[in-house]
Protein backbone atom coordinates (compact mmCIF):
# COMPACT_ATOMS: atom_id res chain seq x y z
CA UNK A 1 0.00 0.00 0.00
CA UNK A 2 1.09 3.63 -1.02
CA UNK A 3 2.05 5.50 2.14
CA UNK A 4 0.37 8.90 3.52
CA UNK A 5 1.56 11.72 0.51
CA UNK A 6 1.87 14.95 1.25
CA UNK A 7 2.41 17.94 -1.51
CA UNK A 8 4.36 20.34 -1.81
CA UNK A 9 7.21 19.54 0.77
CA UNK A 10 8.66 22.87 0.84
CA UNK A 11 6.86 26.27 -0.03
CA UNK A 12 8.18 29.35 0.97
CA UNK A 13 5.70 32.24 0.99
CA UNK A 14 6.01 35.40 2.33
CA UNK A 15 3.78 37.21 4.86
CA UNK A 16 0.13 38.38 4.45
CA UNK A 17 0.16 35.39 2.22
CA UNK A 18 -1.91 32.57 2.29
CA UNK A 19 -1.30 28.99 1.85
CA UNK A 20 -2.96 25.46 0.91
CA UNK A 21 -1.38 22.10 1.69
CA UNK A 22 -2.66 18.78 0.57
CA UNK A 23 -2.81 15.10 2.08
CA UNK A 24 -3.46 12.01 0.39
CA UNK A 25 -4.27 9.38 3.10
CA UNK A 26 -3.37 5.71 2.66
CA UNK A 27 -6.10 3.57 0.72
CA UNK A 28 -9.13 2.31 2.71
CA UNK A 29 -7.63 5.21 5.56
CA UNK A 30 -10.86 7.88 6.47
CA UNK A 31 -9.81 10.19 9.10
CA UNK A 32 -6.52 13.09 8.18
CA UNK A 33 -5.02 14.64 11.45
CA UNK A 34 -2.87 17.78 10.40
CA UNK A 35 -0.44 19.00 12.97
CA UNK A 36 1.99 21.77 13.45
CA UNK A 37 6.02 21.36 14.51
CA UNK A 38 7.79 23.66 15.25
CA UNK A 39 11.64 23.10 17.41
CA UNK A 40 10.22 25.21 20.38
CA UNK A 41 6.35 24.16 20.71
CA UNK A 42 6.74 20.23 19.58
CA UNK A 43 3.91 18.25 17.71
CA UNK A 44 0.71 20.30 17.73
CA UNK A 45 -2.61 19.22 17.02
CA UNK A 46 -4.52 21.49 14.03
CA UNK A 47 -7.52 19.60 13.72
CA UNK A 48 -8.81 15.79 12.24
CA UNK A 49 -11.29 15.08 9.46
CA UNK A 50 -13.42 12.63 8.98
CA UNK A 51 -16.33 11.73 6.47
CA UNK A 52 -15.82 15.47 5.34
CA UNK A 53 -16.52 17.01 8.81
CA UNK A 54 -14.16 18.59 11.34
CA UNK A 55 -14.57 15.44 14.32
CA UNK A 56 -11.55 17.32 16.68
CA UNK A 57 -9.99 20.64 16.58
CA UNK A 58 -6.73 22.06 18.49
CA UNK A 59 -5.58 25.73 20.01
CA UNK A 60 -4.98 27.50 17.08
CA UNK A 61 -6.61 30.37 15.95
CA UNK A 62 -9.16 30.63 12.89
CA UNK A 63 -6.55 31.65 10.28
CA UNK A 64 -5.82 27.72 10.02
CA UNK A 65 -8.70 25.67 8.38
CA UNK A 66 -8.85 22.31 6.49
CA UNK A 67 -11.15 20.35 4.61
CA UNK A 68 -11.72 16.88 3.67
CA UNK A 69 -12.76 15.83 0.15
CA UNK A 70 -15.55 12.75 -0.56
CA UNK A 71 -12.11 10.60 -1.65
CA UNK A 72 -10.56 11.58 2.00
CA UNK A 73 -8.23 13.41 0.71
CA UNK A 74 -7.65 16.39 2.87
CA UNK A 75 -6.17 20.34 2.37
CA UNK A 76 -4.94 22.92 5.09
CA UNK A 77 -5.60 26.52 4.32
CA UNK A 78 -3.45 29.05 6.30
CA UNK A 79 -4.17 32.36 5.88
CA UNK A 80 -2.43 36.30 6.70
CA UNK A 81 0.52 33.67 6.90
CA UNK A 82 2.50 34.90 9.79
CA UNK A 83 6.37 34.67 10.82
CA UNK A 84 5.55 32.02 13.33
CA UNK A 85 3.93 29.67 10.89
CA UNK A 86 7.15 28.94 9.32
CA UNK A 87 7.19 24.76 10.37
CA UNK A 88 6.69 21.67 9.25
CA UNK A 89 3.42 20.90 9.21
CA UNK A 90 2.27 17.37 9.27
CA UNK A 91 -0.46 14.89 7.61
CA UNK A 92 -1.40 11.59 9.44
CA UNK A 93 -4.10 8.82 8.14
CA UNK A 94 -6.06 6.56 10.15
CA UNK A 95 -9.30 3.94 9.33
CA UNK A 96 -11.57 6.01 12.09
CA UNK A 97 -13.38 2.44 12.25
CA UNK A 98 -11.82 0.44 15.67
CA UNK A 99 -10.66 1.70 19.13
CA UNK A 100 -6.96 0.25 18.68
CA UNK A 101 -5.85 1.64 15.47
CA UNK A 102 -2.68 3.19 14.27
CA UNK A 103 -2.13 6.61 13.09
CA UNK A 104 0.59 6.73 10.13
CA UNK A 105 2.21 10.17 8.94
CA UNK A 106 3.18 11.43 5.87
CA UNK A 107 6.65 13.22 5.34
CA UNK A 108 5.47 16.40 5.78
CA UNK A 109 5.82 19.98 4.30
CA UNK A 110 8.11 21.89 5.12
CA UNK A 111 6.73 26.18 5.17
CA UNK A 112 8.84 29.11 5.56
CA UNK A 113 7.56 32.34 6.06
CA UNK A 114 9.76 35.40 5.28
CA UNK B 1 -0.23 19.82 33.68
CA UNK B 2 0.48 18.61 30.08
CA UNK B 3 -1.59 15.47 29.19
CA UNK B 4 1.41 13.54 27.86
CA UNK B 5 5.02 14.53 29.67
CA UNK B 6 7.83 12.43 28.70
CA UNK B 7 11.38 12.86 30.39
CA UNK B 8 13.12 15.91 29.32
CA UNK B 9 16.28 14.55 28.24
CA UNK B 10 18.34 14.87 25.64
CA UNK B 11 19.35 10.93 26.81
CA UNK B 12 22.98 9.67 25.91
CA UNK B 13 23.72 6.09 25.96
CA UNK B 14 26.78 4.26 24.92
CA UNK B 15 26.29 1.83 21.97
CA UNK B 16 24.90 -1.83 23.43
CA UNK B 17 23.46 -0.27 26.29
CA UNK B 18 19.70 -0.29 27.31
CA UNK B 19 17.59 2.81 27.10
CA UNK B 20 14.87 3.61 29.09
CA UNK B 21 12.17 6.14 27.91
CA UNK B 22 9.34 7.08 30.32
CA UNK B 23 5.90 8.56 29.68
CA UNK B 24 2.85 9.60 31.63
CA UNK B 25 -0.17 10.63 30.57
CA UNK B 26 -3.17 12.30 32.58
CA UNK B 27 -6.37 10.71 31.11
CA UNK B 28 -6.78 7.70 33.14
CA UNK B 29 -9.54 6.42 30.54
CA UNK B 30 -6.74 6.54 27.73
CA UNK B 31 -6.90 3.25 26.02
CA UNK B 32 -4.11 3.19 23.19
CA UNK B 33 -0.53 4.07 23.41
CA UNK B 34 2.30 4.73 20.53
CA UNK B 35 6.22 4.99 20.37
CA UNK B 36 6.95 7.11 17.21
CA UNK B 37 10.60 7.28 16.51
CA UNK B 38 11.87 10.57 14.49
CA UNK B 39 14.71 11.50 12.47
CA UNK B 40 15.82 15.17 12.20
CA UNK B 41 13.92 16.59 9.40
CA UNK B 42 11.76 13.40 9.23
CA UNK B 43 8.47 12.68 10.18
CA UNK B 44 7.40 10.42 12.76
CA UNK B 45 7.29 6.16 11.89
CA UNK B 46 5.47 4.11 14.24
CA UNK B 47 8.14 1.61 16.00
CA UNK B 48 5.38 0.50 19.00
CA UNK B 49 1.88 0.35 19.63
CA UNK B 50 0.50 -1.42 23.07
CA UNK B 51 -3.28 -1.50 24.62
CA UNK B 52 -3.09 -3.87 27.34
CA UNK B 53 -1.00 -3.68 30.66
CA UNK B 54 2.42 -5.70 30.92
CA UNK B 55 5.00 -5.83 28.22
CA UNK B 56 5.04 -5.77 24.52
CA UNK B 57 8.58 -6.67 23.14
CA UNK B 58 9.35 -6.57 18.91
CA UNK B 59 13.22 -6.78 18.07
CA UNK B 60 14.95 -4.93 20.32
CA UNK B 61 11.94 -2.75 21.65
CA UNK B 62 9.86 -3.33 24.90
CA UNK B 63 7.04 -1.29 25.20
CA UNK B 64 5.41 -1.38 29.14
CA UNK B 65 2.25 -0.30 30.18
CA UNK B 66 1.04 0.49 33.96
CA UNK B 67 -2.45 1.91 33.67
CA UNK B 68 -2.92 2.37 37.54
CA UNK B 69 0.14 4.36 37.60
CA UNK B 70 -0.52 6.14 33.58
CA UNK B 71 2.78 5.16 33.09
CA UNK B 72 4.06 3.97 29.83
CA UNK B 73 7.92 3.24 28.93
CA UNK B 74 10.04 2.62 25.95
CA UNK B 75 13.39 0.21 26.67
CA UNK B 76 15.27 -0.18 23.61
CA UNK B 77 18.07 -3.20 23.92
CA UNK B 78 21.88 -3.32 22.56
CA UNK B 79 21.49 0.60 21.82
CA UNK B 80 22.73 1.18 18.16
CA UNK B 81 23.99 4.44 16.95
CA UNK B 82 21.23 4.38 14.31
CA UNK B 83 18.37 4.73 17.06
CA UNK B 84 19.91 8.00 17.66
CA UNK B 85 16.52 10.50 16.90
CA UNK B 86 13.84 12.11 19.21
CA UNK B 87 11.21 9.13 20.67
CA UNK B 88 7.74 10.91 21.00
CA UNK B 89 4.82 9.24 23.54
CA UNK B 90 1.43 9.66 21.75
CA UNK B 91 -1.84 8.45 23.85
CA UNK B 92 -5.57 8.24 22.44
CA UNK B 93 -8.47 7.95 25.01
CA UNK B 94 -11.32 5.60 25.10
CA UNK B 95 -12.88 5.39 21.55
CA UNK B 96 -11.80 5.80 18.15
CA UNK B 97 -13.41 9.32 18.05
CA UNK B 98 -11.00 10.51 20.63
CA UNK B 99 -7.59 12.46 19.27
CA UNK B 100 -4.02 11.24 19.65
CA UNK B 101 -1.92 13.27 22.12
CA UNK B 102 1.88 14.01 21.96
CA UNK B 103 4.32 14.25 24.34
CA UNK B 104 7.37 16.75 23.77
CA UNK B 105 9.59 14.17 22.82
CA UNK B 106 12.76 13.08 24.23
CA UNK B 107 16.22 12.97 22.18
CA UNK B 108 18.32 9.95 22.17
CA UNK B 109 21.88 10.05 21.35
CA UNK B 110 23.56 6.74 21.16
CA UNK B 111 27.35 7.01 21.25
CA UNK B 112 29.53 5.17 19.39
Known amino acids: KAGVTQTPRYLIKTRGQQVTLSCSPI?????VSWYQQTPGQGLQFLFEYFSETQRNKGNFPGRFSGRQFSNSRSEMNVSTLELGDSALYLC?????????????FGPGTRLLVL | QKEVEQNSGPLSVPEGAIASLNCTYSDRGSQSFFWYRQYSGKSPELIMSIYSNGDKEDGRFTAQLNKASQYVSLLIRDSQPSDSATYLCAVRGYGSARQLTFGSGTQLTVLP
Open chain 1, 27 to 31: SGHRS
Open chain 1, 92 to 104: ASRPFQFDQETQY
